[in-house]
């Protein structure tokens, strides 16, 4: 990976990738292939008080499946960017919405190099609901045991959602939520979702 228009491939972008959100972002927790609505998000990245949403286009991709994604990332993240192989960089913005921030990843030399082609804007289509409904049943009874809430054991987790968003705050909650998922423990099993 020598020149500046060698093809980067998904693999290729992933682990600088994560170098750089880490280095700019600081703190920060990254989820993989997560689903999200009937699209698998590359990645959910949570920092403090934030899910961001990130969705890889390495210059072997098409834009084939990325109308539906940014339908299914808008509803669960609160900014959203496209991360793109230098070849999406002069098409890119005409299959985005004007919210989405453009990342694009080239080689310079024996090194990936990441820009930021266009900051992403707070998105204003994203669903509290559903963003809660990322959470484990096991994550929602920690915020409600935090708040001194009836526990709703034996009501769905849907019930239990909309009653966190009746009777707290949505910033207290948001911020809530990302420190459920910063601390989310995978040696756990995953609930089933009703």
């Not at 994560?18 to 600081?26: I, V």
């Not at 990325?66 to 509803?75: G, P, W």
């Not at 990843?105 to 963003?131: C, F, T, W, Y």
Request: charged content about 40%.
């Amino acid at each position: 990976m020598e020149r500046m228009d060698a093809l980067l491939y998904d693999c290729d972008i992933r682990e600088p990738l994560f170098d750089y959100l880490e280095e700019r972002f600081g703190k920060a927790r990254m989820f993989e292939e997560k689903i999200i609505g009937k699209s698998r998000a590359d990645v959910l990245m949570v920092t403090e008080g934030r899910i961001t949403g990130l969705e890889i286009k390495s210059d072997a991709d098409t834009y084939e499946r990325l109308k539906r994604q940014i339908r299914d990332y808008d509803k669960y993240c609160d900014e959203n960017y496209v991360v793109i192989g230098r070849s999406h960089a002069k098409h890119v913005e005409e299959h985005i919405p004007a919210y989405w921030g453009v990342l694009v990843v080239s080689v310079n030399g024996r090194e990936i190099v990441i820009e930021e082609m266009r900051p992403a804007q707070q998105n204003p289509k994203m669903k509290r609901e559903l963003q809660l409904a990322i959470l484990w049943r096991a994550e929602l009874q920690n915020i409600i045991e935090q708040n001194h809430l009836p526990h709703y054991r034996q009501r769905s987790k849907r019930f239990v959602r909309e009653k966190l968003l009746e009777k707290l705050e949505w910033n207290r909650l948001k911020l809530e939520v990302c420190e459920e998922l910063f601390e989310r423990d995978y040696t756990l099993l995953e609930d089933v979702e009703e």
